[in-house]
């Protein structure tokens, strides 16, 4: 695997779901599972969504109408959008063809170390 970084054509492809050559596995797998993953995944959606929700602004009206049209489908939208988060990054690893396993290395690495602390701390390790 590589350390080569998306051209920003290819960035804006794979942001749209798209995916990147081979060459590119490191860096997909960095950014599905590294440090800020999550931030990554909620800004792309956010960002967009917000952009054009912002036209609910627009309405006629008290701006808080606006506001409240723009809630009722932002609120909902992030919630499903944090509650899917681990779903989509397993499914985007095995889009790229690498191991969805790899979504959660880090929780069963960090469940080993309890695991071991438990054992040893109650006499069976």
């Not at 749209?16 to 959606?45: F, I, K, Q």
């Not at 952009?51 to 109408?65: A, D, R, T, Y």
């Not at 779903?87 to 695991?115: C, F, M, N, Q, T």
Request: net charge positive; glycine share 8%; with cysteine.
């Amino acid at each position: 695997m590589s350390d080569r970084t998306p051209n920003p054509l290819q960035r804006l492809r794979y942001i749209c779901g798209g995916t990147l050559p081979e060459s590119m596995s490191g860096w997909v797998l960095n950014d599905l599972t590294g440090p800020g993953a999550a931030r990554r995944y909620l800004l792309r959606l956010m960002i967009p969504l917000l952009v054009v929700l912002s036209l609910f602004l627009l309405v006629p009206g008290p701006l808080w109408m606006g506001g409240a049209m723009m809630a009722l489908i932002f609120l909902p939208l992030m919630f499903f959008a944090i509650a899917l988060t681990y779903v989509y990054r397993r499914y985007r690893l095995a889009k790229h063809g690498l191991d969805p396993a790899l979504a959660d290395v880090a929780a069963r690495s960090r469940a080993a170390l309890e695991r071991d602390a438990y054992e040893r701390s109650h006499g069976r390790g």
